[in-house]
């Protein structure tokens, strides 16, 4: 066999350094955070990215990338990056947050970032549940889902109902690119890598602000295994948080967008 | 050698703008100068006030609970600082709004109707510098003169054509200290 | 250059501009609010980043951000607004960066009014985030003096990579002096290393507050102690007055310490030997200064526009070798000069006493002036 037989299929993104993550087996994340990494080195962006981490499951998320990083309070990522954004306009600027961070402690960063057109992505993982303090009630969690604190499943009557967070962004003016896609299988992660993509071109197109929702799953904390989470995902999540575009500036279909 | 002002009148009356064209005047003649006004909800109630203190040194507290000179362009600013003045002190009495004369012997007192002579200078939003006239002759704080000279040195390209009807102001207010 | 006749708010927000603010967030809140305002009209023209946050739990991560990237930046508020900002100031704090916060302190707790107060000294000076770290705390007592201080604010804060504190009050906010102000510098192009910039070629950079292994973060709080060590030496800063002869020493802070001179004054000239310290930083205090008046003084009045939060400091400086007395007002009141007077004479008056707590004695008068009962 001579090199040129050889064909590298599968590597490491550029934008990861070589170490091995603290997510739990099975987890989500990896696939997201390779997601964002491709897109970056895709783009050319690498080298000139920030990224924001959160509080939860990715609190280490900068340990992972290979390019600059700072590491937020809960759930105020979205006006970390605005500072970031505002002072060094010409970089990539992204948030990385959960459905705690984002869509309970940090909702109103998040919606008066979209709200002011900020041009940062943010990417928002939605696992149903508090990850990283053991799995208890997230404003995402279905109703009737166990958690650790809603340990009968969530009754919306005593708990209220779930947000859908990639809905409410929508209807705001200052957002270029809202969408939800699903990490259950190779078909709905590859359309998320898409509108990944599309989201950092908005955003270095200068449209507004932009997410991407993520439906992930957390086999730990569900109790299930990896390929019984999917399946619950597919089950449980997809009807209730459709995939799709919910917001999309005129200007990215114009050039050609995704 | 310190002097303090206190200005008061009904939101308006131009009480603010007086205080800070003294406050230009002295710090225009080299002296030292706090302005503050009362910026708290009093100040939607319809009393507006503020303190000028000049002084040759360093000054300490910007307030005083015993002034030495009131502009009082109403009753409510009457009765409040009447009590309070320093003995000694000058209170120029806006005559246009109040129905009583200053009762204390131990200051100085001077009426001047403002209003009506604002009126007779064809706008009544001099009546502020008819009462900083008379305070000015009354009590010679700054030099002749420097009064005018601040109106000229720091007010707004667009109200310029007041500049005149204020001299005016000035002049005729005065005229009854 | 010339002076001019200048509000205290306006006053530090142009010179923050002048000496090289970048980026500024805030959330109106009286009365620190034309501060705000005033950026608002002058940074979108020269360029530079201004944001009316949503809350200022927004505005000072926004100043979290805009920190790590190694520029200048700033934000303001007053008391109720900077309770909320007490999480970002921690963070700042746990990831060494430098920031600017100007808190126009007014009358409080809770919603309280307005008007100017010095009731967040303890939250300034003794913390009020969560965790050990420490502000440098500026009280300026005039405008000229909130000027100087907001220049040096912001070389203090890159100087040692911290959150420098400018605690003024509404009156001092409110306030026209004239001021002569520091010409405009251009901004400066090179931002330190430490500080996020994503340029290939540079080393990658990644700020966080967090350090997971207990023995790391011990590490780091002893650096930044040690790094207090030195900022406690060299950076103490206080105005003295009348105090080579004084036998009864006046202490007093910001506007409260500006009113104290005027009651200083009118002692002496009733031949009262009495002098004033005002201390400038409020953190790092000015403790040789209190220490070196000891054996001199009869007698301490403390005085501020709260209940005795400095009052403390004094006491465990002069550590029960002299009497220390208190008077104050609270809740947006200022002390009126004759007041300070008043408790001067006290002193002289006499008698003087070791025993007992200074705070009661006060109560007992200020409950004979406003008298409210229990």
């Known amino acids: ?97 959960g459905d705690g961070d984002m869509a309970s402690i940090g909702m109103g960063e998040i919606v008066a970032a979209a709200a002011r057109g900020e041009l940062i992505t943010a990417i928002f993982i939605n696992n149903t549940n508090y990850g990283m303090t053991g799995g208890q009630m997230a404003p995402t969690t279905l109703p009737g889902q166990v958690t650790t604190s809603s340990p009968k499943g969530r009754d919306v009557e005593r708990q209220g109902y779930p947000i859908k967070l990639a809905e409410m962004l929508a209807t ?61 995902l597919a089950d449980h999540m997809l009807p209730f948080y459709p995939v799709g575009d919910f917001k999309v500036n005129p200007a990215i279909n114009a050039a050609g967008g995704n | 050698m310190q002097t303090e002002i206190i200005i008061s009148g009904f939101g308006g009356q131009g009480t603010l703008y007086a ?69 000694g002190g000058i209170l120029i009495v806006n005559e246009s709004m109040v129905n009583r004369v200053p009762t204390r012997k131990d200051i100085r007192a001077i009426m001047v109707p403002a209003n009506t002579i604002a009126q007779e200078l064809g706008n009544e939003r001099v009546s502020n510098m008819v009462m900083m006239g008379a305070l000015l002759k009354a009590l010679p704080l700054l030099p002749e003169g420097a009064i005018e000279r601040a109106l000229a040195a720091h007010t707004a390209e667009r109200h310029k054509r007041l500049m005149g009807t204020n001299i005016e102001a000035l002049k005729k207010g005065m005229a009854y200290a | 250059m010339a002076k001019e006749l200048i509000k205290g708010n306006i006053a530090v927000a142009e010179t923050a501009l002048r000496v090289g603010l970048v980026s500024y967030f805030g959330y109106p809140i009286t009365p620190q609010t034309e501060l705000l305002e005033h950026l608002s009209a002058r940074m979108p023209d020269l360029g530079r980043a201004f944001v009316q946050a949503e809350s200022e739990l927004g505005a000072i991560n926004m100043v979290y951000g805009a920190a790590c990237t ?79 201080l907001t220049a040096l604010a912001f070389d203090l804060a890159e100087k040692y990579r911290t959150i420098v504190a400018i605690m003024m009050d509404g009156s001092l906010g409110q306030m026209m002096e004239p001021a002569e102000l520091p010409p405009f510098v251009p901004l400066r192009e090179e931002v330190p290393d430490w500080a996020v910039k994503a340029i290939p070629g540079k080393p990658r950079v990644v700020l966080s507050s967090i350090n997971i292994d207990p023995p790391a973060q011990e590490r780091f709080n002893l650096r930044n102690e040690l790094k207090w060590q030195k900022i406690r030496r060299d950076e103490v800063r206080f105005r003295e007055y009348y105090l080579e002869d004084a036998e009864y020493v006046v202490v007093g802070y910001g506007t409260v310490g500006r009113i104290a001179l005027s009651a200083v004054r009118t002692a002496r000239e009733k031949g009262i030997k009495v002098g004033l310290l005002r201390p400038i930083t409020l953190k790092p205090f000015p403790v040789e200064a209190v220490e070196r008046l000891v054996p001199q003084a009869k007698a301490f009045l403390v005085t501020e526009a709260n209940n005795g939060m400095m009052l403390d400091d004094i006491r ?11 008077y104050g007002r609270m809740g947006g009141v200022l002390p009126y000069p004759d007041e300070i007077l008043d408790a001067i004479e006290a002193l002289v008056k006499g008698p003087l006493t070791l025993e007992g707590d200074p705070r009661d004695r006060w109560l007992a008068v200020l409950e004979q002036k406003i008298g409210v009962g229990v």
């Not at chain 1, 989500?28 to 390779?34: K, L, N, P, S």
């Not at chain 1, 600059?68 to 947050?97: C, W």
């Not at chain 2, 225009?28 to 503020?50: F, H, L």
């Open chain 1, 1 to 97: 066999m001579t090199d040129s037989d050889v064909k590298l299929v599968y590597q490491r993104p550029a934008g990861f350094d070589a170490r091995t993550t603290h997510y739990c087996p099975g987890c989500t994340h990896g696939v997201a955070h390779r997601l964002v990494a491709e897109v970056l080195e895709e783009m050319g962006e690498l080298h000139n990215t920030i990224g924001v981490a959160p509080v939860g499951c990715a609190v280490f998320a900068y340990n992972y990338f290979s390019f600059d990083f700072v590491e937020a309070a809960h759930g105020r990522a979205p006006a970390m990056a605005t500072g970031i954004k505002r002072t060094l306009p010409s970089k990539t600027v992204f948030t990385y947050q």
């Open chain 3, 316 to 326: 465990g400086l002069v550590k029960g070798l002299k009497p220390v007395e208190f």
């Open chain 2, 19 to 87: 205080g800070q064209l003294l406050a230009y005047a002295a710090m225009d003649e080299g002296k030292q100068v706090t302005w503050i006004p009362s910026y708290g909800p009093e100040m939607r109630g319809g009393t507006a006030n503020c303190t000028v203190v000049i002084s040759d040194e360093e000054i300490g507290s910007p307030t005083v609970l015993y002034p030495k000179a009131v502009l009082a362009m109403n009753l409510p600013s009457l009765d409040k600082y009447e009590p309070l003045m320093a003995t």
């Open chain 3, 70 to 148: 190694g520029h200048r930046t700033m934000t303001s508020s007053s008391s109720p607004g900077i309770s909320l900002m007490m999480e970002g100031i921690s963070y700042i704090s746990g990831t060494e960066l430098p920031a600017v916060i100007v808190n126009v302190v007014r009358g409080g707790p809770g919603l309280g009014n307005i008007a100017p107060s010095q009731g967040d000294y303890n939250q300034m000076v003794h913390g009020g985030g969560h965790g050990e770290y420490h502000l440098l705390v500026l009280a300026p007592a005039s405008v000229q003096e909130a000027v100087e």
């Open chain 1, 172 to 232: 705001l003016d200052g957002a270029a690119y809202i969408a939800r896609r699903s990490l259950h299988d190779a078909r709905s992660i590859r359309q998320a890598k898409k509108a990944i993509r599309t989201a950092f071109e908005a955003q270095r197109q200068g449209l507004g602000f932009t997410m991407v929702e993520l439906l992930s799953i957390c086999p730990t904390n569900w109790g299930l295994n990896v390929a019984d989470s999917r399946k619950w």
